[in-house]
Nanobody, 125 residues
Framework: QVQLIESGGGLVQAGGSLRLSCAAS????????MGWFRQAPGKEREFVAA???????HYTDSAKGRFTISRDNAKNTVTLRMNSLKPEDTAVYSC???????????????????WGQGTQVTVSS
């Protein structure tokens, strides 16, 4: 089992920044690809960003250039820095972990084994 706890959500004005953190415990952190997903009201969960064991990153198109995902394998944490936030970024953001040996896909929620409880991000216009 891997336990994931997110923090750092909140209310911010458009153009502002937020930093989301996810603390992992339970198993060897480096064995997992870590991802961030989000779900807005009435919409399906969507991929935001992922970081592989040794730092390779992937982003959805809307996050490129604005969001940065990173991980600290010594501290078992993954961070999502979000800049130039827009009202359409409003959603519940969830941290997720998938076994690094379970395939090369990184943007399908169904491939992730463990999920945090989510943290609300609200961007006002």
């Amino acid at each position: 089992q891997v336990q994931l706890i997110e923090s750092g959500g909140g209310l911010v004005q458009a153009g502002g920044s937020l930093r989301l953190s996810c603390a992992a415990s339970g198993r060897t952190f480096i064995n997992y690809v870590m991802g961030w997903f989000r779900q807005a009201p009435g919409k399906e969960r969507e991929f935001v960003a992922a970081v592989r064991s040794y730092g390779a990153t992937h982003y959805t198109d809307s996050a490129k250039g604005r969001f940065t995902i990173s991980r600290d394998n010594a501290k078992n944490t993954v961070t999502l820095r979000m800049n130039s936030l827009k009202p359409e970024d409003t959603a519940v953001y969830s941290c997720a972990a998938k076994d690094k040996n379970s395939g090369s896909e990184y943007d399908r929620a169904s491939d992730y084994d463990y999920w945090g409880q989510g943290t609300q991000v609200t961007v006002s216009s």
